[in-house]
């Protein structure tokens, strides 16, 4: 048999790239691949819910700006949502010194099955922003208001907490689309 020079010898070990050297290059890509998946579903989920509370927060505040118009103005307030619904926006407030959806602590109870008509909403948002739109939501939208001050009495009171929030229906919770209620509290005087 005919020795094998230097230069054939070099050129047998380095002959190609080893199974075992495909195989893990294969399970870095991988794992790579899935940290990636997981990066692109999260930010999905991020997006998501950050539409829901830019929404909720919207709804929110142009109803706690009807109301306070309201207040330092005479009169009642409409809001007429995508489905061509008109609702009344009740701002009256009993000698009680207090109206609307019940409150638990700070924040309204959603778990009032029946809130007062008037101080509620169940606000149709589609796209377009028609009646024959594409529904993308039904918000529930809730308000209480509170006379505040040392006196309930009402040509004596000119202090109110107005205290406003809005979830989507049918919302279910624990997992990464979830998103809160928005709620917003604002004192107004006249």
């Not at 919207?58 to 700006?65: P, R, Y």
């Not at 609307?100 to 377009?128: E, F, W």
């Not at 919770?173 to 979830?178: E, V």
Request: proline share 3%.
């Amino acid at each position: 048999m005919q020795e094998k020079t230097a230069r054939q010898t070099r050129k047998d070990s380095q002959a190609g790239i080893s199974l075992i050297e495909v195989l893990i290059a294969t399970v870095i890509l991988v794992i790579g691949s899935l940290g990636m998946i997981l990066l692109i579903v999260t930010s999905i989920a991020t997006n998501n819910r950050n539409k829901m509370d830019s929404t909720q927060t919207m709804l929110a505040t142009s109803i706690l700006e009807q109301i306070h118009s309201t207040f330092n103005g005479i009169g009642t307030s409409d809001l007429t949502d995508c489905a061509g619904t008109t609702w009344n926006i009740q701002t009256t407030i009993p000698n009680s010194g207090t109206a609307g959806a019940l409150l638990s602590g700070a924040n309204i109870d959603y778990s009032q099955t029946n809130p007062p008509s008037g101080y509620y909403m169940n606000y149709v948002i589609s796209a377009p922003c028609t009646s024959t739109g594409a529904v993308q939501g039904v918000y529930d939208v809730r308000w209480h208001l509170d006379k505040v001050g040392y006196d309930v009495d009402p040509t004596k009171t000119k202090s109110y907490l107005i205290t406003v929030s809005a979830k989507l229906r049918g919302h279910r919770g624990g997992d990464k689309f979830f998103s809160l209620p928005v709620t917003l509290r604002f004192m107004a005087g006249s």
